[in-house]
């Protein structure tokens, strides 16, 4: 199973990239962050295979900014940079 951490601020689009990877047997969701605090914070108690990052994250930190310390911090995960694309 391929343990993994979302790492998104938007609650609507977090509770879909939870609910589609629940689906899938082969992926075990360790954490949930809304901000790349969280997310470097939750790296203390988690090994993730894959790190879904928000590269637009708003706060101190942008997901573009985090992703080298989740690196650092995760050296075995594969990070995957999302950008929701605002519906008009």
Known sequence: ????????????????????????????L???????????ESLRTTEPEIIVLHHGLSGQLTGLDTAPRLSELAPQAKIISSQPTPIS
């Open 30 to 40: 360790a954490a949930v962050a809304a901000s790349a605090e969280e997310a470097l």
């Open 1 to 28: 199973m391929k343990v993994l951490v979302v790492v998104e601020d938007d609650p609507d689009v977090q509770f879909l990239v939870e609910t589609i990877f629940s689906m899938d047997a082969r992926f075990t």
